[in-house]
């Protein structure tokens, strides 16, 4: 298993090319499943997760090209419908197939995922869903086998708008005969886009951005070409990095998806510019302590929480991050305080106590986005940093390593 080495304390400076977002991609990879023929998807960042649902692709029987972040999908010769476990282990986004797969095919096999490092993650919301459409799940040795001649539009209502669920109803709902309406949906930019895209297909999807959806089913849809929105979290990872140890500036990425996040970076000291399609980042010199707690979207992101607390570690004062979106997403906490971070968990509030610095050491990823924090944190500590289990930071970040590089990071992946 790869590692990184980094050497702490250089300032960065420059531009960083932030990549399209991989939870736009994934489950717009599986909406090419709805057409017979072949959709092309742009700005498509080249992840470990990315590769992932390309051999599911494959193993379904679609036929998939990638090559300079551009692919294809071509869905007309379908031929197995089911999602293999050892696939879907890895990357619980695997489930997205469901939705699609039934409403073209009528019936489906998909394994359970499973939890990940920070706890289980159901997916009763997606079922109950696609019961309310008409569907008849059935749990068979740890496969989800899901069956409808036909699906039937509903409302149906999320009691959390989960990520998931939306995109899954949302794929299985645009073929059903009828009006859907989706209740408490998320309203994340990568479901806007799914969305959107679903429309230039022929769906008819109304509310788009809010939280109650009205899709009224078609018999088909077509192919088009589609270009991936940039990732917002892989942006908010780098402007942290940029508060801390230098000035930069992001190109390709989109400031209004990180409103609440840049208003939080503000209050900590940030100075902060941008355009529609850039954000620059001074360093700041003395970092005030800001209290965050995560929200579905437009709140602040669970997924920039671990990076945030890399942040607050070496604020001048106490703060706190509590995170109601996963009562559990805590694993980096013990690596953070194995740099000389002061963090203490109750329940799922952490308390950070700032510290004057972080100092270098042996460290392990646990998740995409708490390794993203430890190399934040290795970049900031004094001396050398070991990064092991990196193939966690390579499901979710495109050439990271290159990036933070070029930004003028000591930073060097060793093979094992
Ligand atoms: C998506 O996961 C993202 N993944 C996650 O990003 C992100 O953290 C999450 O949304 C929240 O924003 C992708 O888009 C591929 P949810 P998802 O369904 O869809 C509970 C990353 O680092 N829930 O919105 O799985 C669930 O347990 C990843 O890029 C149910 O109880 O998240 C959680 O507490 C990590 N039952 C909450 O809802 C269900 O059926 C939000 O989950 C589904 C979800």
Redesign the pocket.
Known sequence: MDKFIVNGGNQISGKVDISGA??AV??LMTAALLVDGKTTINSVPDLR?TRTMIRLLKIIGAEVSFEANSMSVNASNINNLEAPYDLVKT???S??VLGPLLARFGEVRVSLPGG?SWG?????????GLEKLGAKISLESGYILAKAKHLYGNRICF?????????NILMASVLAIGETCIENA?K?P?IVQLCEVLNDMGASISGIGTDKLIINGVDKLDSIDIDVIPDR?EAGTYLIAGALMGDITLNNCNPKHLEDFIDKLKLAGANISSTENSISINKIDSINPVDVTTE??PGF???LQAQWMVFMSVANGRSSVIDT???D?FTHIPELNRLGADIRLNENKAEINGVKKLIGAQVMST???ASAALILGAIIAQGKTEISRVYHIDR?YDSIENKFKSLGVDIVRINE
Do not use: Q
């Open positions: 991989k939870n994934l489950p997760d990357m619980r986004a489930f997205y990940c289980p993650r159901p997916v009763d919301f997606h079922l109950k009691d959390f708008p989960s990520v998931g669920a939306t995109g998320a994340e990568e979290i579905v979207y992101p669970t997924d979106v996963y009562h997403r998740d995409i986005r979710g």
